[in-house]
């Protein structure tokens, strides 16, 4: 039996197999760049985050219909629930799918027809996180959020993804108080590639409660004091970290450091088509690789309950 767990980090987007890319290509008349699902899978050997955006974003073309992205999702959470995951907050990236002329209402709806099922369908809740692209402008997130006005009561918060270096939490400042003031939840990527003073400003500037990676508060001890001190989460990902090369091997990793300095942590899976692996292969790839005991991975399963924002659904449910 996996350990349960929730995903807090996991972009939609990123769980588009192989075998879906093409089946949806076909079913929509999309022409992919490969010959077959082997030759595509060649092509997963990314230098950095950008390598790997590049392939991401050509990939998600073949999402056009709200039946696409319910695929997808069911997929998804089929897949997640098999390895332990209980509660599931999806990232999606709006932007990506209008730049092709994709609405809104289809994204949203379409994940919704998995998303409202998911409970009795996969046993795995799930909420909604609508993500901002850190590398398109402060308006177009700004009208982006003007889009999804009618699908809050879907949506229980925003984050920022994409490019992180050259394009500082501050950029967002406005669109962030904005979704502040509708009741949305905050998260940012922060600390992925960019450095310790994106995190820093991710919490003073935007106000996010949960940091997206974080990896590289390490190198700021003043920062790491006052992560452990405000119990702010970090959606850890062990998996991406070592394809997009933010370390050189597994074994090399941060985590145990982390969890030692105190830092509240969990495990998630970010890309897992394309990183090698689900929520559940990273606990395991952790647990080979860190020698970390049975101890320190139900903290870290326990810790994805405490980070995530089901509390709050009940609280707000209560009021
Ligand atoms: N980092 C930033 N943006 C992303 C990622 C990531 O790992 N995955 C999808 N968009
Ligand atoms: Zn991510």
């Not at 490969?34 to 950008?50: M, P, V």
């Not at 998600?60 to 098999?82: G, P, W």
Request: include cysteine; proline fraction near 5%; aromatic fraction near 8%.
């Amino acid at each position: 039996m996996p350990l349960p767990k929730a995903e807090l980090h996991l972009h939609i987007e990123g769980t588009l197999e192989p075998e879906l890319a093409f089946e949806l290509a076909a079913r929509n008349g999309v022409e992919l760049p490969y010959a077959d699902t082997d030759e595509l899978r060649k092509a997963y050997q990314f230098e950095d985050l950008q390598s790997f955006l590049n392939l991401y974003y050509e990939l998600m073309a073949v999402l056009r219909t709200e039946q696409d992205f319910a695929d997808l999702a069911n997929a998804y959470l089929a897949r997640a629930a098999a390895q332990g995951v209980r509660h599931a907050e999806i990232f999606f990236d709006p932007q990506a799918h209008m730049a092709r002329g994709v609405a809104m209402g289809t994204v949203v709806e379409g994940l919704w027809r998995a998303l409202g099922e998911s409970e009795s369908e996969h046993g795995v809740s799930t909420q909604l996180i609508m993500c901002f692209l850190r590398d398109e402008s402060a308006e177009s997130a700004l009208e982006t959020l003007e889009a999804a006005k009618p699908y809050l009561d879907r949506i229980v918060g925003i984050g920022l993804d994409s490019a992180e270096v050259g394009h500082p939490p501050v950029k967002f400042r406005e669109v962030y108080y904005s979704a502040a003031a509708l009741g949305l939840r905050l998260v940012a990527h922060a600390g992925e590639e960019g450095p310790p003073e994106y995190i820093t400003e991710a919490l003073d500037i935007l106000g996010v409660e949960r940091i997206d990676h974080g990896l590289r508060c390490m190198e700021d001890e003043t920062l790491v004091a006052r992560l452990v001190r405000d119990r702010i989460p970090l959606t850890l990902c062990p998996l991406s970290n070592v394809r997009l090369r933010a370390v050189d091997v597994l074994a090399e990793h941060p985590l145990p450091a982390m969890l030692e300095a105190g830092l509240l942590c969990t495990v998630n899976s970010d890309d897992p088509a394309y990183f090698g692996g689900y929520a559940g292969d990273n606990f395991d790839a952790i647990r080979q690789a860190l020698g970390l005991g049975e101890d320190r991975l139900r903290e870290l399963a326990r810790n994805s309950f405490v980070a995530s924002f089901l509390e709050h659904d009940e609280e707000r449910r209560a009021r």
